[in-house]
């Protein structure tokens, strides 16, 4: 008697969705699904807080997220129980996160994960939407960390994508896109990309407290040791960040994020 088996050459995938709503300062809606949770702390800020959480431990290609985050009126901030890591892929599959926020009637609604390390040769595609409303505002940040410096580390070639649109009033006032693809090494040591920062940083304030947000930040560059720059144009702030060392890069992002936001972080992000 002969018996044959056949072994699958289907990698597992890690999949995951969630959705949190938030109405005049109440919580109307949480679902998650697979390896995406969304936990709600108990906090004494002025703030909701919502941190969300991979249990696969991080991410690598095939996988697929999708978070949903909306607030009515509400005052919302939305984080990461810790740094997302983007696997090397051991095929040619893209993993995918998509992230969805909402803000009407009066919103604050704050996106504040903690970095996105992407390890050599992780494979990784993440678009942003963010739809407000003229009476709202939404502060979007994502900090990048190019490798694992402390395990010596040097990002020579991944596949990661970054797509952002911002519409207000249905209206679309902001847009960007970034692509790092197959030898990204030159890149990120040139001058003009990535100047051999081991960190880099976006964040993007569209809201009606814009000349106050543009002061505030003002108020915060001198004190920072990270290569910074923003504009100020159409109604929203843009800033760039890049940092030689990640940890001084975070540590510059809890001093803008202060100055920005007049509270205190998360307390996720400092454990």
Wanted: hydrophobic fraction near 40%.
């Amino acid at each position: 008697m002969t018996s044959i088996v056949t072994a699958s050459k289907v990698h597992q995938r890690s999949y995951g969705s969630a959705a949190v709503t938030f109405d005049n300062d109440n919580l109307v809606k949480l679902y998650q699904r697979g390896a995406a949770k969304a936990l709600l702390p108990r906090t004494y800020g002025s703030m909701n807080e919502v941190v969300l959480i991979n249990t696969a431990g991080g991410i690598t290609g095939g996988d697929s997220y999708q978070y949903f985050c909306e607030a009515a009126a509400s005052p919302l901030v939305v984080t990461t129980q810790a740094a997302e890591r983007a696997y090397q892929s051991s095929t040619k599959d893209i993993a995918s996160i998509d992230v969805h926020l909402t803000a009407t009637n009066g919103a604050k609604l704050h996106w504040l994960p903690q970095e996105t390390i992407l390890f050599n040769q992780c494979r990784i595609a993440r678009r942003i939407k963010v739809d407000l409303d003229s009476s709202s505002e939404c502060l979007v940040l994502e900090p990048l960390v190019f490798g694992r410096h402390a395990m010596g580390e040097q990002l020579k070639k991944c596949h990661f994508t970054d797509r952002w649109r911002i519409r207000r009033n249905g209206e679309l006032v902001h847009a960007e896109a970034l692509s790092l693809t197959d030898d990204v090494a030159t890149l990120l040591a040139a001058p003009a990309g990535g100047a051999g920062a081991q960190m880099a940083a976006t964040l993007v304030y569209v809201g009606p407290r814009l000349e106050q947000i543009e002061a505030d930040i003002k108020t915060a560059l001198p004190s920072l040791t990270s290569r910074v720059a923003t504009s100020v144009w159409q109604d929203r702030l843009v800033l760039r960040l890049l940092a030689a060392q990640t940890m001084s890069g975070k540590t510059d992002l809890h001093h803008i994020l202060k100055f920005l936001r007049g509270q205190h972080l998360p307390r996720v992000w400092h454990t």
